[in-house]
């Protein structure tokens, strides 16, 4: 069974920094892209990032995150990682992983409220 | 960027009757490859979203067969053929063919 299990969401300041992980298991990891797709509370879905298969040497990102976001992945840990830098009001959201280029399965989601 | 655009935002639907979304992207959604990556998503209340259509028409595994997807080019449709009450939730469509990837805004669809 496919599983997705995000952490390191939480409450940080505007401008702050905080990474988020997501813990893959029921496939092979390394054979797939994983996407970051947030939702903002009461809003609609919003794609942000996609790290390639493999050793990850394509990254895609939203314009609203470049150059503020990174996307990476440890195959050895079979996890996904999304480093969000100068974090404002506005990227207060639950983050959810997703699997593939067609994002066929999708994480429960870690939640990172930005607010002082 | 590409721009996809659902009607309507909002659909009452009675319970047994049919349901329709509408899908419409800014640019052809044909990839180089032939494919047309448009796939379309349900969230119900409390819960992650899942994907119920891939690349346009294609049902994912377990999902009812009253759901169906058609369209290409630039205009998409999901449709429900008879609505239940486990239907109630909000449904995108998504593109996947060009970056950035990009959702619409959703259908919130409620039982009338």
């Known amino acids: 069974e496919v599983q997705l299990l995000e952490s390191g969401g939480g409450l940080v300041q505007p401008g702050g920094s905080l990474r988020l992980s997501c813990a893959a298991s029921g496939f092979t990891f390394n054979n797939y892209a994983m996407n970051w797709v947030r939702q903002a509370p009461g809003k609609g879905l919003e794609w942000v990032s996609l790290?390639?298969?493999?050793?990850?040497?394509?990254?895609y990102y939203a314009d609203s995150v470049k150059g503020r976001f990174t996307i990476s992945r440890d195959n050895s840990k079979n996890t996904v990682y999304l480093q969000m830098n100068s974090l404002r009001a506005d990227d207060t959201a639950i983050y959810y992983c997703a699997r593939h280029t067609t994002i066929d399965y999708w994480g429960q989601g870690t939640l990172v409220t930005v607010s002082s | 960027d590409i721009v996809m655009t659902q009607s309507p935002l909002s659909l009452p639907v009675t319970l047994g009757q049919p349901a329709s979304i509408s899908c419409r992207s800014s640019q052809s959604l044909v990839h180089s490859d032939g494919n047309t990556y448009v796939h379309w998503f349900q969230q119900r209340p409390g819960q992650s979203p899942r994907r119920l259509i891939n690349k346009v028409s294609n049902r994912d595994s377990g999902v009812p067969d009253r759901f169906s997807g058609s369209g290409s080019d630039t205009d998409f449709t999901l449709t429900i053929s008879r609505v239940e009450a486990e239907d109630v939730g909000v449904y995108y469509c998504?593109?996947?063919?060009?970056?950035?990837?990009?959702f619409g805004q959703g259908t919130k669809l409620e039982i009338k």
């Open positions: 790290i390639s298969n493999g050793g990850g040497d394509s990254s």
């Open positions: 998504m593109q996947a063919t060009h970056w950035p990837r990009a």
